[in-house]
């Protein structure tokens, strides 16, 4: 197995570019693959400021060195979510990414800050996890690059994520949902711009990415998303990839060139108001992350505007 540029011994194989690469050539390839999204979708230019997402899995650590290695001023912004021992482990993983390289880091925990954990919040509401984990992840996003004054949001999603998310939502012709899955998202109503770099990127490969660099990287799912419906339709997207490699690459790429305009006029454009809690855009009087924070630290609703203007929030 020769690399196809140089000709030297391969490390890793790439079956739907039918390609092997040297790690050097590797490492190559994979931020020509990001500076190709990012020139395709317009995402961001050097003079941007960036806040991205980071978990301390290996899409986020991937992206934030890519992008740092490209020349970016990337600052990142940690969550935490509060679930047991897996919560701790990623912030140092994180932290550890942080203070070899000297870059900014901003934590927000969302037991300190809004008096509420994931764990929590699934009991309170009655409802599985990921949907209080998603909920607050998004809004502490977007207020923290408002607040921030950051030009974009950008977030680890890579290939496999992304055609997990269009076949669910293809699955359940969520048609709403449908319309709004693209690599970027332009600001809009007070969100900010929402950035993927990674979609031409799949896990597999910036598992590499981050063991040929170095990167040490938390391996370990989430406890409490295992058996979720998105882990299942990745792995039906495995099954055909591993069948037929580039499937996955064909839906997703192809998705975006012939559907995704048709499904544009499905977004509900109505004019959004701001929430009376925490100043956020929402269609209704309080927002939905709120009327979470409500339920789940069992508080009054100024808690959740109280929280807003005194964020535990560390700078690192
Ligand atoms: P997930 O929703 O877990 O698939 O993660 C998707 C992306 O969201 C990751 O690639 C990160 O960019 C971001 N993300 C996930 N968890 C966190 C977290 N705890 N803190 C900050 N960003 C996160
Ligand atoms: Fe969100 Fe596990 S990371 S429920
Ligand atoms: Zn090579
Ligand atoms: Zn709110």
Redesign the pocket.
């Known amino acids: 197995m020769k690399c196809r540029v140089c000709r030297e011994p391969a490390v890793i194989d790439l079956r739907r570019h039918n390609a092997n690469f040297c790690a050097e050539h590797f490492l190559r390839h994979c931020c020509q693959q990001v500076e190709r999204v990012i020139h395709d979708y317009k995402m961001f230019s050097p003079e941007d400021r960036l806040l991205?997402?980071?978990?301390?899995?290996k899409?986020?650590l991937a992206?934030w060195d890519i992008l740092h290695e490209l020349g970016y001023a990337v600052d990142g912004?940690?969550?935490?979510?509060g679930i047991e021992r897996y919560?701790g482990e990623?912030l140092s993983y994180v932290s550890d990414f942080v203070d070899r390289r000297g870059l900014n880091l901003t934590i927000v925990d969302l037991g300190d800050t809004y008096g509420f954990d994931v764990p929590g919040a699934a009991e309170a509401t009655g409802r599985v996890p990921c949907s209080a984990?998603?909920l607050s992840?998004r809004h502490v996003?977007d207020s923290a690059a408002v607040d921030g004054k950051y030009d974009a949001v950008?977030?680890?999603?890579n290939l496999d994520?992304e055609a997990a998310v269009l076949y669910g939502n293809v699955m359940r012709w969520q048609v709403d949902y449908l319309g709004r899955q693209r690599p970027l998202l332009e600001a809009r109503d007070g969100f900010p711009r929402k950035a993927k770099p990674l979609v031409r990127l799949t896990e597999r490969e910036t598992a590499a990415y981050c063991v040929l660099r170095g990167i040490d990287y938390q391996v370990e799912e989430?406890p409490m998303?295992i058996g979720n419906k998105h882990l299942g339709f990745k792995e039906t997207l495995n099954l055909l990839e591993d069948r037929s490699p580039g499937s996955k690459a064909e839906f997703y790429f192809g998705y975006l060139k012939r559907a995704v305009d048709r499904f544009s006029d499905a977004e509900d454009r109505g004019r959004l108001g701001i929430c009376s809690g925490c100043g956020a855009p929402t269609d209704a009087e309080v927002c939905a992350f709120c009327r979470l924070v409500s339920r789940s630290a069992g508080a009054t609703q100024p808690v959740a505007f109280k929280a807003r203007n005194e964020a535990t929030v560390s700078k690192r």
Not at 154 to 157: I, L, M, N, P
């Open positions: 991205v997402a980071v978990s301390g899995g899409d986020s992206v912004l940690y969550v935490g979510l919560s990623s984990c998603g992840k996003f950008v977030t680890g999603h994520d989430c998303a």
